[in-house]
């Protein structure tokens, strides 16, 4: 009876385990499924269609009526929640090339999908023969990512300026704050504890505390609305992380392998680079991926200390407050934004996961 007791207890256990589990799985996919299908849906599947599909359909339905006045037809599109034909927009009998590029545009611009003048003319033919005309087009894809780099002015140039910025953030972070961590770890001095902990400090003030007064002092340097100013910046937070990081990666390698390298005729410096660096490199690929994604991400700083070269997460928030604002290009230009993230996350995971005893390199 106690071993029956036992075994239902541990089942209860682990079903209650899977399901923590798998909600706070769901609780964190969920959010960017449907921040991605948004990037993908027409302008008329944003704001026409209810309820939302959860996969955005990849081609769309027209249907082409004459009107009662023979100049005109009524263009109608396939509302796949309620199975009906829904117009939106009549449109002008005249075939000269000036109508026939402005109806193209606006059924690309409405509905992601393109169609060529020529089809235009066949399709009007056609409803001239059989009073109305239904057509599919193929939708495109990646058309919301295109719009959002087409029409927000400076969005490719601030990818760059933001893969600037990360990465000089990643050289000053791991640079600074690797040695540190490393005269931490290594070397005993007079107030080193209270001097590890007080590099915690600058992390305890928000960001636009120290953004304020930066503002000036970037502006005598002549770095104000440039990357490498902004990677200063960034580069006070992530240091003393990384020297947090580097010190407990650094206290974990022994001594005596540095010690026997010195025994076999290597300097300090050819034994920190031959022994101990190696040996660090999950660390330090930890500290590069939280500089990363921190620079990369961070929105306010850059708000604030950027006004012509702004960055990618600056050209989403205006997007998003800006009067031309659309729900399936702001979509867009998140995901556009957390790819390199990703990449790069799962470009050095094996490092992160050996620091954590997953694998070995």
Known sequence: MANIKRKIYRSARTTTLYIVVAGVAMALIFPMFFLFSFSLMSDYESYSEWPKPLIPSRNTRFELTP?????????????????????????SNTRDSSSLRKLSNFVRNYSNCTISQDQILEIMDQTDKDGKASFTLKKGILSNYTRFFTLYSGAFSSVM????????TILLSLSI??????????????????????????RMFPPVAIALPMVI???????????????LIYSINQISLSIWITASIFMGIPESLEEAALVFGTTRVGAFFRVTLPLAVPGLAACAMYSFIYSWNEVINALILTQFNPTLPVIVYRSLLGANAQVQLIAAGSVAQAIPAIVFTLFIRKYILQMWGGVKV
Request: glycine share 10%; aromatic share 14%.
């Open 161 to 168: 300026a933001s893969l600037y910025t990360a990465l000089l």
């Open 217 to 231: 002092i970037l502006g005598n340097m002549g770095l104000y609305d440039k990357p490498a100013g902004l990677s």
């Open 177 to 202: 704050g690797g040695m540190a961590g490393y005269a931490f770890a290594r070397y005993v001095f007079k107030g080193k504890n209270i001097l590890k902990l007080s590099v915690l400090f600058v």
């Open 67 to 91: 009107l009662e006045d023979p100049r005109t037809y009524q263009l109608s599109i396939w509302n796949k929640s309620e199975e009906v034909f829904r117009p939106f927009g009549p449109i």
